[in-house]
């Protein structure tokens, strides 16, 4: 009852009633008061919808205070030294290497801006899974990384919290989380009864309670101590969780929460029933993991309780594998038992699939230490259910992202994961889980023996791992692991490692691959990725963890266990897969992983641990079977490259590349080659080399005959499976990765060979150059060593420019010394991942040459000496020196010699490589090594001993061959000892031949060799194991070689040879020289060996021959005699037909050689024609004009190239030529500002760009006034419009037909493949220079440029031409008739005005009146003059034709818009020509007759017009071609009122007693000679006659006054006129040059005026520098001046009071706009990126995912955001209209690039921000930090200046208006 009362009263006043009820010592009723009202506050069966209940908790923890109060006051108590933020995926974060102890360590943007990183080695980066801030947490990172608040230890100075304060929260949250807890347990169904969606809705409802829960964990250290107790108290869990007894609902309720947990265990109870009844099975069916048996439990009731923990499944039956083997590991397969809120809570979470409040609650907890090790103890106690649920859960991914963001923070510090190994057996809970997992999805392996095979493999198929879902448990292993103790714990622990291995042999020989040999494959599986993924993170970079903390002495018993363990396990694989010897034909895994773990121990025990080798290696007959399977690998690699697995498909040459990619090649092939050497060193070379022949299948081929037969490869295969055995062996005898060299000594390769390859990236680079791949390994790449010995070979080059505008980034190049002394191309083919680059690193190398004038001919790869091997490996040397090999050799050398097929020159290279390795190689202990036994099986033995040295010069003399009946060998009639009977190819058969052969005869094939080693191995096979005797052996061996009987169209052939090896590397030496006796006796005394490091066969040749002669006296005797032997050596008899064939080979490819390079330079020079035919065309109007001599007068027409058709001629109304342009609406000259400096990108909330004082803006506040004020039709007249949205005609200066033209675009048309532009919209490329165009020009028919009459100088006076030009005026524009030329004239004119938008169109008060589109027209012609200004600089000192002038088309643009002006008359009452010449009566006294007329607006005074538009206006209207005397009076004329405009606007800067001073002197000297050219008198009658009318000069006193401090002297006035005329004779200069073709001279700056008013005329004879130049001695007045003056003064005096007010701004001249610029960009990107990357969007007010900002005006938009759509345009594309007139250039905030739009279509520009090394880092990747680059961004300003966007980026695409 009291409970009810208390609910209705106010909650406030209940609150505070409750706490001094409880605060009291006897709070017993408080306490009784308190639970009732809880009771039916948060009573569960409410919905959690209800607010209610969280607004009562609010109150009564605040105990009366306001909520947000009590929160203040909480954290004013925090004494927390972390900062322990949690963030969600996405969220930007920090990590820096330097601070951080953990390699996890991360810190939010906030902490890691306070701290001190600078110099540090940091990256910013984009969360992935979520994670939390570690700043003040000293076990993950250094305490001088801290920020500034977690610095100070802040818990020592913080008050006590008085208990009060959180008495109610003690009180009331226990009851607020089991509420919570009950509404999930009613919540939950499970997964197979529901939808996801139902648990989706009860996690939303709970949204608000949750929220809360987080919202405390934030009120700091006090608050979270209060949730840390209620979480962890066992009592109170046991007194709520079960409920009343009364209370029925909380009893169903507990009931759903038993039945949930009892599926908890890892087996669910189910199986553990079957389990049962398959006891007795169990021991026989584990055969996949039998190796478990010697550690089975001995006790029944032991392994009764074991059985249950089965789970494995093979394909068919079931199979119960045996998985733990000890007693301990019980739990971890049991139910789960909760003994507080915290365990309930964490069930809950992961019942339900993570969700991320739940996640970030449970996060936010962390900083508080109990909490932590409770926390990270029921973590672990859930681990195995955890797993359990990601395994079934059907957003894994997302999963896996949670879980791997609780468990990072609990396992990244090394004291906590210790405690939880030891206390909570995490180790054993892991290795379980892992085994669990994996079990789900094995098969049975078909490698081997398919039928009776007893391995078991994972299949890679499965969902399990082609997603990835074991990663979240992978990388926690890992991250424990990477601890010390950790990892000791688990190399100690013999049985975990007995699982461990147990498991890696799943991953053994996966993904098996079958060679296809019929046709392709229907399906090409893609599991690979799977198997590649699951091998490098579930096996070997646990290895590496391992591995790291092997490193010393005191751990070689790690070792040694692990290597036991490995062998054990290795030998359980080879009886389980059946191997015995052979491997089965056309199978090949990548997955060796047990091979590796080995290996990689292997080579740390030797190498870190000085541990003997041979105490860790097994017998012969293992290392034997160890060698098999990375054997097949590496022939396989050779067979892929061969292209004979190419019926498999492209995944297995994907295959070959991933296993030597850079990520993985130090986890697989570099083992693989590194065991080989192990094995190469300890057993029997002549058997190694044999079967490495063997194994590549090269075999037949290796026969002196020129013809053999090969059983298992096609002919195209064997070179390059030759050349890869080869190699191979090259590699195997050369590489010293793990056979002693140092780390350094490894990176220093590893870059070099990764350089040579190609130039690179710093980023690049870190990326190829193999780490150790556990990250926690130490050596971090990017450590220092990485940067020393990156400068210590390469070079860097700078980022630069290429002319097509393609950026390059930073990148680093070999020093010259690298390529000279360290360029190592074994090392490149083993690093390859494409066989190209290979090449790639041999071309540089033979530029490099070439540049230093070491070698100019192909040279060889080059030699290169090895560091010395480590005394364990010394037997590796004996590969080089076994007989086999140097009959290989000897038999390769004869067949290159003789030009047998499939020899190659990489064939020759690579044996002479052995040799010469042999060379450097000596086996040390030459005599005990001769085995009797060898000499005893095989007296047909080529060579006496094994030494390379010795068997050099030894001379073979006849050799027996078995060939084909078709050989050239085969003698037509055999010597009858032969024909008796077929011999066999071994020597036995030698002793029946006729006598004085048989001593010669040592006609030993190779492969008896390979016979006797068979034997052997068959022995020691027999020796060592009765079982493999048994066996029956399907095949003998030896039958490999030997066709059963023998076939009969092999023969048995005896050649006569007389070579040793010497002799024949000395013929191979004339053979390439092409030379007879190219080498002469006494060459060896003069041979330096210097010049041998570099050179191509020749050079190699000789350098063998050096090195033999120096090391043995035999050898140098033999090579002397040789060359001695002054004839030529007698070749074998078959050979002249080859040798004269070799020689008509030369001659025949060096003829072939002379006539490609003829072609090659006659194509260079024809290519330099076109460039330059290209590249500097001239609008040919100005060619044509720099042709015209003074004299000549040329009235030829002009001819024009089509580039379609071809053909040249002029153009003609009916066939009219146009010229391919380009039209695009620009905005570029309305963003010119007064100021010279770029405005700065606003980078904090004070700063603001402000477009007012743009010349934009500037101009349309001018046109608006003057609307107000004047008649529309004469303010269209006076001003110029398209600063803003002007159409801007560029031309890439090629004509063609404008029929051709339709018939091009017709066939662009209906080509299918465009790519970039629309056809639709008339977009085309040039056809010859494929420069973007989008409409034609038409040419006008006639002659070039108005030439002869019209240029000759006039003597007519002024006046007279000044009546001609209005007589011409009056002449009515001539229609031209209708033709092909007006139509195209017309359609460009609409096309015109389609590039803009309407609004940039229409200014005046009617639209779609003539005088709009008259306005529109001659400002067209004004946009394309001032761009060309602003092109040339801005001035026209450089004269000449600029760059800008080969684009513009301008004479040819007036014609066209001269001709759509013409149909435009102006009314001869309103011509302007007669105002400016004439003193007309004023015409308001005749029209005030009429005194209806409504009083209209005046017409604009003249002093208001813009001067160059009226003479535009002028030219335009004018009947063409207009003469240029009358273009001289025109110009002129306007002149005058140009200068009168400037006296005016300059009378009205100065003071009124300055105006008074002047006005009197001018008038005095008014009646001087020459007073109308002095502008003191001029200047003094404008402000006589302007001061008429008081108000004009009023307005302007109280600023003027302020402005005027300076005095203003004759030289201030005439500098101040100067500048106001020069833009003037600027535009009238440039309009002169394009009509009449007058070259612009160049001057000085401060001599512009003078020289542009002699261009035009106005001046006859530039002023001598000594004296001053005058601007009023330009003028010419037609009239009187002073009356004209007076006239003009007159129209402003007359206006209206309230119109002169405004109109004064007229006056004010228009400033001096500089050049337009993008807004200035601070240096840092991270400026850039943290103010604006939080910002939100000023449209939509939410911060947009992919924010950009514009840096033309700097507006902040968002990227493809749909909330800033309208009318299905997205928002940047909507600025880049109004901003730029579609034209935008856009930052994108979160990807450091620009991308420009342009029109329709769009690309991706680049990054003007470069990090330290010169690159750029696209979509912050790195996240480094990044510094502008002021040369990309000047490129960038200057693409936009000059609107080349389309030209220069290649890459555009169509944008859908979705950006």
Request: proline share 5%; glycine share 6%.
């Amino acid at each position: 009852m009291m409970a009810a009362s208390l609910l209705r009263r106010d909650k406030k006043a209940t609150a505070t009633q409750l706490k001094a009820d409880l605060n009291r010592t006897d709070n017993s009723s408080g306490v009784r008061q308190l639970n009732e009202l809880l009771d039916s506050v948060l009573n569960p069966e409410n919905p959690p919808a209800d607010t209610e209940a969280l607004d009562w908790c609010k109150c009564l923890i605040a105990g009366g205070e306001s909520f947000e109060e009590f929160c203040k006051t909480v954290r004013s108590y925090d004494n927390a030294t972390l900062c322990g933020l949690v963030w969600t995926a996405n969220f930007v974060a920090y990590r820096c290497r330097t601070c951080g102890i953990s390699p996890c360590m991360s810190l939010c943007a906030e902490c890691f801006n306070n701290g001190d990183h600078t110099g540090h080695d940091f990256n910013m980066f984009r969360s992935q899974a979520g994670g939390a801030c570690d700043c003040g947490d000293s076990n993950v990172m250094r305490e001088s990384g801290f920020c500034r608040r977690h610095r100070l230890r802040t818990g020592e100075n913080v008050p006590s919290v008085p208990r009060e304060l959180l008495l109610m929260s003690e009180m009331v949250l226990p009851r607020f989380i089991i509420c919570i807890i009950q509404y999930l347990r009613d919540g939950y169904t499970e997964p197979d009864t529901s939808s996801d969606r139902d648990l989706q809705k009860v996690l939303q409802q709970l949204e608000p309670q949750i929220s809360f829960l987080e919202e405390l964990t934030k009120m700091g250290g006090a608050m979270r101590t209060v949730l840390t107790k209620i979480l962890t108290n066992q009592q109170t869990f046991k007194e709520l969780s079960m409920g009343q007894e009364e209370n029925l609902y909380a009893k169903q309720n507990y009931d759903k929460y038993l039945s949930a947990l009892k599926n908890s265990g890892l087996v669910s109870v189910e199986e553990r029933a079957q389990a049962a009844d398959l006891t007795a099975g169990a021991e026989g069916g584990a055969g996949s993991l039998g190796l478990l048996g010697a550690t089975a439990p001995s006790s029944p009731d032991e392994s009764s309780k074991e059985e249950d923990q089965d789970g494995g499944q093979s394909v068919g039956q079931r199979k119960r594998v045996k998985l733990s083997s000890t007693t301990k590991d019980q739990s971890i397969m049991d139910s789960l038992k909760h003994k507080c809120f915290l365990e309930e809570l964490l069930f809950w979470t992961i019942k339900y699939e993570f969700p991320q409040k739940m996640v970030t609650f449970l996060l936010n907890m962390l900083p508080d230490q109990d909490y932590k090790i409770t926390f990270t103890k029921t973590f672990v106690q859930h681990y195995a259910f955890i797993m359990k649920t990601l395994m079934k859960s059907h957003e894994s991914d997302t999963m896996s992202n949670r879980i791997v963001h609780i468990s990072v923070q609990l396992f990244s510090n090394e004291e906590l994961a210790r405690h939880v190994t030891e206390e909570c057996q995490l180790l054993d809970i892991m290795v379980t889980v892992l085994l669990y997992m994996m079990e789900s999805c094995l098969i049975k392996s078909e490698l081997q023996d398919e039928e009776n095979s007893r391995h078991v493999v994972v299949n890679c198929g499965e969902a399990l791992l082609k997603n990835n879902t074991y990663w979240p448990l992978v990388s926690d292993f890992i991250n424990i692991l990477s601890h010390q103790s950790v990892a000791k714990k688990f190399l100690e622990d013999h049985s975990l490692l007995m699982l461990w291995m147990s498991f890696v042999s799943f991953f053994q020989g996966m993904n098996l691959n079958k060679r296809e040999l019929n046709e392709h494959v229907e399906f090409e599986s893609q599991t690979y990725y799977a198997a590649f993924a699951a091998e490098l993170e579930a096996c070997a970079q646990p290895m590496w963890g391992l591995l790291t903390h092997c490193k010393v002495k005191e751990t070689q018993e790690y070792t040694k266990t692990v290597v036991r363990y490995c062998l054990e396990t290795l030998q359980i694989w080879f009886d389980a897969i059946g191997f015995i010897d052979e491997p089965a034909p056309n199978q090949v895994t990548f997955h060796l992983p047990l091979h590796r773990y080995y290996a990689m121990f292997l080579s740390k025990a030797v190498k870190c641990q000085g541990l003997d080798l041979d105490s860790l290696l097994p017998d012969q007959e293992m290392l034997m079977k160890i060698m098999v399977h990375p054997l097949q690998i590496q022939a396989s690699l050779s067979e892929i490259h061969s292209n004979m697995w190419v019926r498999n498909g492209l995944q297995i040459k994907g295959q070959a590349m991933t296993y030597v990619q850079s990520h993985f090649c130090n986890s697989m092939i570099d083992p693989d080659i590194y065991l080989l050497q192990v094995c190469a060193s300890r057993l029997d070379p002549d058997y190694f080399i044999s079967s490495v022949f063997e194994r590549f299948k090269v075999v037949d081929l290796l026969t002196m005959a020129s013809q053999h037969q090969n059983a298992v490869l096609d002919t195209e295969q064997e070179r390059p499976m030759l050349e890869g055995a080869l190699t191979f062996l090259v590699i195997l005898s050369s590489l010293r990765i793990h056979l002693g060299m140092a780390d350094d000594e490894i990176l220093r390769a590893e870059m070099v060979s990764q350089l040579c390859m190609n130039d690179r990236t710093h980023s690049s680079l870190l990326d190829l150059i193999p780490e150790n791949p556990n990250p926690k390994s130490g050596i971090v790449p990017g450590s220092c060593s990485f940067e020393e010995m990156l400068s210590a070979v390469a070079d860097f080059k700078a980022p630069v420019f290429e002319p097509g505008g393609s950026m390059q980034q930073g990148m680093y190049t070999p020093k010259a010394e690298v390529w000279e002394k360290e360029f190592d191309p074994i090392m490149v083919v083993l690093r390859t991942v494409y066989r190209r680059d290979v090449q790639s690193a041999m071309d540089r190398y033979s530029a490099f040459l070439k540049q230093a004038g070491m070698h100019t001919g192909n040279p060889w790869p080059p030699y290169k000496e090895r560091t010395p091997l480590h005394p364990c490996y010394k037997g590796l040397v004996k590969l080089l020196h076994c007989k086999t090999l140097h009959i290989v050799i000897f038999t390769l050398l004869y067949k290159i010699w003789m030009d047998h097929q499939n020899m190659s020159e990489h064939v020759l290279c690579m044996v002479l490589y052995l040799i010469e390795l042999g060379l450097d190689n000596q086996v040390q202990d030459n005599k005990e090594d001769e085995e009797p036994c060898i000499e005893e099986h095989c007296h047909d033995s080529w060579f006496p001993g094994t030494n390379l040295l010795s068997n050099l010069h030894h001379v073979i003399n006849f050799v027996r061959v078995r060939v084909p009946e078709t050989a050239p060998e085969v003698k037509r009639d055999p010597p009858p000892s032969t024909s008796t009977e077929p011999a066999s190819p071994f020597g036995q058969n030698s002793r029946r031949l006729s006598g004085n052969w048989r001593e010669n005869l040592r006609e030993a094939q190779l492969f008896s060799l390979v016979a006797e080693r068979r034997r052997k191995f068959q022995e020691i096979i027999n020796r060592s194991s009765t079982e493999a005797a048994q066996a029956v052996r399907p095949k003998s061996s030896s039958t490999r070689w030997v066709p059963p009987g023998t076939p009969p169209q092999l023969v048995t052939e005896i050649l006569e040879i007389r070579e040793s090896m010497l002799s024949l590397l000395i013929k191979l030496h004339q053979k390439l020289s092409a030379k007879q006796n190219s080498l002469s006796a006494s060459w060896l005394e003069d041979a330096d060996m210097g010049r041998h490091a570099h050179g191509d066969g020749i050079t190699a040749i000789e350098r063998i021959l050096v090195k033999a002669a120096a090391r043995s006296r035999q050898s140098k005797r033999s090579i002397q005699e040789i060359c001695g032997k002054v004839c030529p050596p007698v070749p074998p008899k078959k050979n002249s037909p080859a040798d004269k064939k070799t020689m008509d080979k030369e001659e025949r490819r060096q003829r072939a050689r002379e006539r490609q390079q003829k072609l090659l330079a006659e194509f260079a020079s024809r290519q330099k024609s076109f460039m330059e035919t290209a590249m500097d065309v001239e609008s040919p109007d100005t060619e044509a004009a720099m042709d015209l001599g003074g004299s000549e007068v040329m009235e030829s027409e002009v001819l024009y190239d089509c580039v379609i058709c071809g053909q040249s001629g002029p153009s003609t109304e009916d066939r009219p030529i146009g010229l391919v342009v380009l039209l695009q609406a620009s905005s570029v000259l309305g963003y010119r500002c007064r100021s010279q400096e770029g405005k700065k990108l606003p980078t904090c909330d004070e700063e603001q760009v402000y477009p007012a004082d743009t010349c934009g803006a500037a101009h349309d506040v001018r046109l608006m006034i003057m609307q107000n004020l004047f008649k529309d039709s004469s303010c269209l007249q006076s001003v110029s419009i398209g600063w803003d949205g002007g159409v801007y005609v560029q031309t890439c200066g090629h004509t063609l037909h404008i029929d051709c033209h339709k018939s091009y675009m017709e066939s662009l048309r209906n080509d299918q493949v465009l790519q970039g532009f629309s056809v639709d919209k008339g977009e085309f490329t040039c056809p010859l220079c494929r420069q973007f165009a989008n409409s034609v020009l038409p040419c006008r028919p006639g002659c070039g440029v108005e030439a002869g009459t019209w240029h000759v100088p006039t003597s007519k006076k002024a006046c007279v031409l000044v009546k001609e030009v209005e007589d011409l005026q009056l002449q009515l524009g001539l229609f031209p008739t209708e033709s092909n030329l007006s139509k195209e004239m017309e359609l460009i004119i609409k096309d015109i005005k389609n590039a803009t938008q309407k609004k940039y169109m229409d200014y005046g008060k009617n639209p779609g009146s003539p005088d709009n589109d008259f306005l529109f027209i001659y400002s067209v012609a004004r946009t394309n003059l001032e761009l060309e200004l602003l092109h040339r600089g801005g001035n026209l000192c450089s004269g000449g034709a600029s760059a800008a002038a080969k684009r513009s088309c301008l004479n040819q643009l007036f014609h066209v818009l001269a001709m759509h002006m013409r149909l435009y008359s102006i009314d001869s009452a309103y011509n302007p020509w007669t105002r400016l010449t004439t003193v007309t009566q004023r015409r308001e006294e005749t029209e005030c007759l009429d005194e209806d007329a409504v009083e209209e607006k005046p017409e604009v005074p003249m002093l208001f017009r813009d001067v160059p538009s009226l003479l535009i206006i002028f030219v335009l209207t004018m009947p063409e071609p207009l003469r240029k005397e009358h273009f001289i009076c025109v110009v002129r004329m306007l002149y005058n009122l140009q200068y009168a405009q400037g006296l005016a606007a300059l009378s009205a800067k100065f003071s009124p007693e300055e105006r008074q001073a002047w006005s009197t002197s001018g008038t005095l000297k008014k009646n001087a000679a020459n007073a109308e050219k002095s502008f003191e008198v001029l200047l003094g009658h404008v402000i006589t006659e302007l001061s008429k009318d008081r108000s004009v000069y009023k307005v302007n006193a109280e600023e003027s006054s302020m402005l005027s401090s300076s005095v203003w002297s004759p030289q201030s006035i005439e500098f101040s006129l100067q500048q106001f005329c020069l833009p003037f004779l600027r535009i009238a200069s440039l309009l002169q040059h394009h009509l009449y073709g007058d070259n612009l001279a160049g001057c000085l700056e401060e001599e512009e005026f003078s020289s542009l008013a002699v261009c035009l005329e106005l001046l006859a004879l530039a002023p001598q520098p000594s004296n001053p130049m005058y601007s009023a001695s330009c003028l010419e007045w037609p009239v009187s001046a002073f009356d004209l003056i007076t006239h003009w003064c007159a129209e402003v005096t007359e206006l209206k009071e309230s119109q002169v007010e405004q109109s004064l701004t007229f006056l004010v001249p228009g400033p001096l706009w500089s050049a337009p610029r993008l807004l200035q960009l601070p240096d840092n990107y991270n400026i850039i990126f943290q103010y604006y990357h939080r910002k939100s969007c000023t449209a939509c007010k939410k911060v947009p995912k992919d924010p950009a900002l514009c840096l033309v005006c700097g507006a902040f938009v968002c990227l493809k955001g749909l909330c800033c759509k309208q009318q299905g345009i997205c928002e940047c594309v909507l600025h880049s209209q109004h901003c730029g007139a579609a034209t935008g250039i856009f930052l994108l905030i979160n990807a450091s690039v620009i991308i420009i739009i342009r029109g329709h279509r769009f690309c991706l520009w680049g990054s003007v921000y470069l990090d330290a090394h010169g690159e750029e880092d696209r979509d912050l990747r790195r996240g480094k930090p990044l510094f502008l680059c002021e040369e990309r961004y000047r490129v960038l300003e200057q693409q936009w200046v000059s609107h080349t966007f389309d030209h220069i980026n290649k890459r555009w695409g169509p944008h859908y208006n979705g950006l």
